[in-house]
């Protein structure tokens, strides 16, 4: 353990004394006794998140059968993937094999017109579930609209286009408008979608949407990301004694199976920079994934941001917690018609894919880019510190059934086993502008 973190330590201990009185933090617990009540907590807490994630794994086994369509079009998706790595000359990278899967032109799952979000497709996103999530977070745009001249709002990977009709239906309803709404949708067809759906719901405000390609050079205002990061497509890798392994994708007749070589020197370096940062070497035996594209989307968003506020929610850990030593199976998680579980060879280009986010990496790769890290929260502390009671100040006026609506979708969005506590929100900042007020109850930055 180094000694930031052991001072991080201490603070997380002093922080927690008044919470805890029976903890065996106080004031007079050396820096070791800290070190010792922290790795408990760490370890339970691990514990906390592993049930969430393998209780859906268990449940979800058996994965439902794809319709007749579905099947075969992941036929047409596998052999266009088994024509790439026979080119390649008998295997691909992971990050290839889920960049194919999920973004290969007319095919992948997020690029083919299948639904995706909402009860009709396979996972359900925070705007999916409510529009108290972008109407909390229009407050904290506000406020950075507010601050800026010029501001406008630019989000990254809309989905349906739910999270940005609900932000500038709230928006406007605060009276901050900003002068664009830029979206930048990798997806052709989730564009259309975007547009069909602003189109029929906020039409007035539609003329200030436009879809971009790039962001553009000095921005002033809002970004926003609502588990984009976790769609990267992400290496992984195999420790072994002497060195790292790339695991890889072959094929092997009509499905597809890991196989490993030499790791090259870029994955290498990462894991390198991983195992310098945690302190020590991972065990041999030990797997897991590495997101090699988001330093370069990081870096995208640094400089791409002048003046303002990035709000990236996504589900995710600290780096210490990502690759804890319990942790040796990796974070992947694939979505099948609400089914979740981690087997990403099956059902290519049908099935979402997708790495929970070590937002170590972001910070880094942050702070490497010109910006500040404004706040770190689990979603819960966010919506809560940002004015979720504000939204919910109308809900005894509501008819029985709306009020019990309303408050299932809150349950979902904020309940530690549901989004509340796996999602977080990482702020990043730059240039004259407050830190965001819904940080006010929680900034856990010093976790990271
Ligand atoms: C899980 S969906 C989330 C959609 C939406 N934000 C929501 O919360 O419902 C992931 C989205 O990220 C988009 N995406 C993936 N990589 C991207 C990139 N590099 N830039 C912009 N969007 C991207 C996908 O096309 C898709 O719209």
Not at 7 to 21: E, G, I, L, M, Y
Not at 405 to 413: D, T, W
């Amino acid at each position: 353990m180094d000694g930031n973190l052991r001072a991080v330590v201490v603070q997380a201990c002093h922080n927690s004394r008044t919470d805890s009185p029976g903890s065996t933090c106080n004031e007079y617990d050396s820096a070791g006794q800290a070190v010792v009540w922290h790795r408990e907590f760490l370890v339970e807490y691990l514990k906390l998140i592993l049930k969430d994630f393998t209780s859906h794994m268990q449940h979800d086994k058996r994965l439902p059968e794809p319709d007749s369509v579905s099947a075969a079009h992941s036929a047409r998706v596998a052999e266009f993937i088994r024509q790439r790595i026979a080119a390649a000359g008998g295997s691909i990278s992971f990050a290839e094999y889920m960049q194919h899967a999920l973004y290969a032109p007319g095919l992948g799952y997020y690029v083919a017109g299948t639904s995706k979000f909402g009860e009709a497709g396979d996972f359900v996103t925070a705007p999916e579930m409510s529009s108290v999530f972008g109407r909390v977070l229009a407050r904290q745009a506000a406020e950075v609209l507010a601050a800026t001249e010029g501001g406008a709002v630019f989000e990254f990977g809309a989905g349906s286009g739910r999270l940005a009709a609900d932000i500038l239906r709230a928006l406007h309803e605060l009276g901050e408008l900003p002068l664009r709404y830029d979206i930048l949708e990798v997806s052709a067809d989730l564009r259309e979608r975007q547009e069909r759906l602003l189109r029929s719901e906020v039409p007035e405000l539609t003329r200030l949407v436009n879809w971009v390609d790039a962001p553009p050079a000095e921005f002033p205002g809002v970004v926003i990301a609502n588990e984009v990061l976790d769609a990267f497509p992400v290496e992984r890798f195999r420790r072994t004694a002497d060195g790292v392994q790339q695991l890889r994708v072959a094929s092997h007749g009509e499905s597809f199976e890991v196989v490993a070589a030499d790791a090259p020197g870029m994955l290498r370096d990462a894991v390198a920079v991983i195992e310098r940062d945690l302190g020590y070497a991972l065990p041999p035996g030990y797997e897991s994934e590495v997101s090699l594209g988001l330093r370069e989307w990081v870096a995208g968003l640094g400089s791409a941001l002048r003046q303002g506020v990035a709000f990236l929610f996504d589900y995710g850990v600290s780096r210490r917690e990502y690759y804890a030593p319990g942790r040796d199976g990796g974070w992947l998680r694939c979505h099948f018609r609400h089914h979740a579980h981690n087997d990403a060879l099956v059902l290519p280009g049908i099935q979402d894919i997708t790495a929970w986010v070590d937002f170590t990496a972001v910070a880094e790769a942050a702070v490497a880019n010109g910006l500040e890290v404004a706040g770190f929260a689990p979603q819960a502390l966010f919506l809560m510190g940002g004015g979720l009671d504000l939204e919910l100040q109308s809900l005894e006026s509501l008819p029985a059934k709306k009020q019990l609506e309303l408050s299932a979708q809150v349950k979902n969005l904020a309940l530690p086993g549901a989004m509340g506590e796996n999602f977080k929100c990482m702020a990043l900042r730059r240039g004259d502008v407050k830190v965001p007020s819904a940080f006010r109850l929680t900034d856990r930055t010093h976790t990271l």
